[in-house]
């Protein structure tokens, strides 16, 4: 005989019809932020096609014993600072308004910086609603990975890996095909949930085939600092 599932009470229905809105808001919100980002890159290496995208055979005819380093030396990389005074990103050099565009629940701002060597480095965020002290605030849902993985997959992006460096951090290497130009393209993405507010940085190369630089990635993502107190929040629509 099947045993009768048990009815929750009125009070963990709607927890849990809470729990699943939320997880799927999340969801939207992130796959937005990451189609930015993946389009950020994959444009650099489109605008500067004739400068960066080459086969990987003749890159490493020209490749020299050490990594190639940006321009610029880390001491000398501009902080940049968030409009609201909310977060402080060292970029190799000052970043640019790309996109403002209209989110979810708010407005999402992406700021982006190729450099000349072809590494694009950027930042999106935007708020999701809510109290910015809850744990749902604070924390991404369990399970996300796989959700965003998918996602990733659905849109033809090849995923290395993704995997969860915290609670709130979750990381994904990646190859973005380009398809006006038949490159393939290597990158990082990192998404940061706080204080109910989505940060997804990216960087990679915009060059055809080229492996991202992780040490000067991670580097990028590690200068991110919070300023003390909560962020002023944008104007829901």
Request: hydrophobic share 35%.
């Amino acid at each position: 005989m099947t045993p009768t599932p048990e009815i929750p009470g009125c009070k963990t229905y709607r927890a849990i019809r809470t729990f699943r809105t939320q997880g799927l808001r999340l969801a939207l919100i992130l796959c937005l932020a990451h189609l930015l980002i993946i389009s950020d890159i994959a444009h650099a290496g489109i605008g500067n096609c004739e400068s960066f995208t080459f086969s990987t055979a003749q890159a490493s005819e020209n490749k020299s014993p050490t990594r190639p380093k940006l321009k610029a030396k880390p001491g000398t990389w501009y902080i940049f600072k968030s409009p609201d005074g909310d977060f402080t990103l060292a970029f190799p050099e000052k970043p640019a308004l790309k996109q403002v565009v209209q989110g979810p629940v708010t407005v999402l701002r992406s700021y982006e910086v190729t450099t000349d060597e072809g590494t694009t480095f950027s930042i999106n965020f935007q708020d999701i609603g809510g109290d910015p002290s809850a744990s749902v605030s604070n924390e991404w849902n369990e399970g996300l990975e796989e959700i965003l993985s998918a996602a990733d997959r659905a849109q033809n992006v090849r995923v290395v890996q993704t995997h969860r460096l915290a609670k709130n951090i979750i990381e994904s290497e990646l190859w973005q095909p380009v398809t006006a130009t038949g490159a393939n393209i290597n990158s990082l993405r990192r998404s940061i949930l706080r204080r109910a507010r989505v940060y997804t940085l990216g960087c990679g190369p915009a060059i055809n085939g080229k492996a991202v630089n992780k040490p000067l990635c991670q580097g990028f993502f590690s200068s991110m600092r919070f300023m003390t107190g909560a962020p002023k929040r944008g104007k829901r629509r």
